[in-house]
């Protein structure tokens, strides 16, 4: 039992915090591209983003703002555009863009964060984007989450968000999140994008180390194909509205806050894993007996990655040479006489050795998950044990599929 | 001009050495599985392997060996079984192998090396190997390298070979080689296995340092999907019996030999990448303007390597950002705005913004590409500079197809 419940809503179910999400006319399809989460009280404001060399203008815009202070009112989100690869030009279109926003909300430019994902190379269409940002602003409600969650979206299928609740003296604190993100598809559509909203009060440093573990156990373990954005980011914001008293210590509450921050975000980033490209099923890899968190993590997100172990469970093949391969790949040390692998309840192997196993069971279990209820049994689960270490994590990631390189080689740019 | 040239045969092109190949029931298939390379003079040996912590019994029998003593008479190799996943038994199995190898050629076990490939978990099938084993030693000639090449490929749709010839001291000095690998394939098929030979006579220390120059310059720097084999190993022989003068120090004649060598293995290494699963074009990138030759190579293999890049070659998409996209994610610093680009001999991206380009001249070079001849005009060119760095590096991939997918999710284990 989690000390929370899940409850409706999303960015906007905590208190204080309104959203709207327009179609302004960046994507030429005419589809909603213009989202703004706000809070009515500057909240304290974490963020993770994109290690690549190559970023996009918002990223670099960002990283210095929050650089300089944790703070945040508001969060400008575009679709259609990246705004990476665009020089000079993307800077500036960058913090016009905040101005305006600033503006139109009565607040400092520096309180502003943005946010991009869509075609790289391609400056933001700034004339849409000043026309849209007023009417963004007159959007903007309690309810207006939904509409966020939709606006922020490119290839993706379906919107992902969640929100949940937990008490903290007697008195609700909830997070609510959405994200996007289905491959890196760019340069068409792109990027990994999440935000969360809280409305707990929290010390800015307990914050942001809450939200870089938590960035660290979700979006940082799952891969669709391997490539990293220009554009990833993940936005936390907490803008201590639900008058709860001011967490300032590591202690019980700063435990749950976290604990409910870091399910959120799984949630958010297993939902992006599962509408990967192509994607028939979600993979969960759970890897315990490392010699350290990091290292269990980094075997889980290789197995979750490697193509034999998709393609195989695409074909809903009980491969278990293909997992124990890329376990041993994954640059951490163990003794591969300590090897176990189970798919599902079946045993496939244990101390390093192939155990006898029903092929028909296991095709059926993998056949089951894919044809199962959305981020609930469709999920294949894989279980490696490499020891007796201390170190456990799990990665997140889809099935390879036929559809996943027609989306990237059928596609023409 | 290079200081060689290209000479008819593999493996017994250089002198003292002889090989053969046969089919000795280690496969279901009756195809040839039991291959033998044999110098009628114990060689300086040199070996690289997977650095899987899964490894199959003969990689930690012959590291354990070469540790020793970096000689070595003869190379026994079975396709059909790993021998790995394969504990106590697999060792006592490659033990025997050697054991039986030695007894045939009446020379000393130590001097015995062993590659195995197929399918992880199984044992090697004892029985049919050591009846083979005196019927591939009767086999031995110096002709036998075509036959070699053969028995040891598993999925693999051609043989994978090559002898050069250059002068030291006025005679000539001879290498050779042959390789097999498509994919790790595992558990059904696995690895990639190389075996190389020279007939210059060299100092231990001098050959083992240019053969894992080579290694890194050419096996390392392939990458079809990403998963390194429980197999992989690298075999480099050289028997003194060219006569010329031993190299014993570096100067003009080790330099030859070294970049000889390093021509042997990069043939040896494209010939994996282009025979890669599903692939209809070899892709080569060069990476120029790092901070170091290490960086450079790590960038060029991650964009070989990525599933985008690979996906959009298959569809003769010239698609620039996703290669930035690579080139930003491979983990080594650069300023993006130095990042340039080029495909073929047309110019993407220069200081980090995109370039006008004639998109139909684009498609038709990668579509030319993708039909020309093996090895010469089938090869995909992506150049990248990344600013004014000493390091650059190449590295080589396949694109991926929708055969890829199929041969591995369709294959039933």
Redo the contacts between chains.
């Keep these: 039992m989690t000390p929370w419940i899940e409850i409706e809503g999303n960015v906007t179910a905590p208190k204080g915090f309104k959203a709207a999400g327009i179609a302004a006319g960046l994507k030429p399809s005419g589809s909603p591209d213009l989202a703004l989460i706000y809070s009515e009280v500057e909240a304290i404001a974490a963020g993770i983003f994109?290690?690549?060399?190559?970023?996009a203008a918002c990223v670099d815009y960002c990283r210095q703002n929050l650089a300089e202070r944790p703070g945040c009112q508001a969060i400008l989100v575009n679709s259609g555009q990246a705004n990476a690869?665009?020089?000079q030009q993307g800077w500036d279109d960058a913090q016009a863009s905040a101005q305006w926003v600033a503006s139109a909300l009565n607040i400092e430019p520096s309180s502003v964060l943005l946010a991009s994902t869509g075609?790289?190379?391609q400056r933001i269409a700034v004339g849409p984007m000043e026309a849209g940002i007023p009417k963004v602003v007159a959007a903007l409600s309690e309810t207006g989450g939904d509409d966020a969650s939709k606006a922020i979206l490119t290839t993706d299928l379906i919107t992902k968000s969640i929100a949940l609740e937990t008490e903290i003296n007697g008195r609700p604190v909830r997070i609510g999140g959405i994200s996007k993100g289905s491959?890196?598809?760019?340069?068409n559509m792109a990027t990994m994008l999440a935000f969360v909203t809280c409305d707990a009060a929290v010390s800015p440093h307990i914050w942001q180390e809450m939200t870089a573990r938590a960035g660290s156990r979700s979006f940082n373990q799952i891969t669709v194909?391997?490539?990293?954005?220009?554009n990833d980011s993940l936005f936390a914001l907490t803008n201590g509205q639900s008058r709860t008293p001011a967490i300032t210590q590591w202690g019980p509450e700063a435990e749950v806050l976290e604990g409910m921050l870091t399910a959120v975000c799984i949630h958010l980033a297993k939902a992006i894993a599962r509408d990967g490209e192509g994607a028939t099923c979600l993979i969960e890899v759970q890897v315990t007996g490392a010699p350290s968190e990091e290292g269990a993590q980094s075997i889980a997100k290789t197995i979750a990655?490697?193509?034999?172990v998709k393609?195989?469970i695409?074909?809903r093949?009980?491969?278990?040479?293909?997992i124990?391969?890329?376990?041993?790949?994954?640059?951490?040390?163990?003794?591969?006489?300590d090897?176990c692998v189970t798919l599902g309840d079946i045993a496939l192997?244990k101390d390093?050795?192939?155990l006898p196993f029903d092929r028909d069971a296991a095709n059926a279990y993998l056949c089951q998950a894919a044809a199962g209820d959305y981020l609930k049994t469709d999920t294949v689960l894989i279980q490696v044990s490499v020891g007796d270490g201390p170190g456990s994590g799990t990665a997140w990631g889809c099935d390879?599929?036929?559809d996943?390189?027609?989306i990237?080689?059928?596609?023409?740019?």
């Design positions: 994109t290690k690549s060399q190559v970023r690869a665009t020089g075609v790289i190379g491959g890196m598809i760019h340069p194909d391997g490539d990293t954005s220009t990655g490697s193509s034999l393609s195989a695409f074909g093949d009980p491969n278990w040479g293909r124990a391969g890329a376990a041993g790949r994954a640059g951490v040390a163990f003794d591969q006489n090897l192997m390093g050795q192939p390879l599929s036929y996943y390189v027609k990237n080689a059928e596609y023409t740019t």
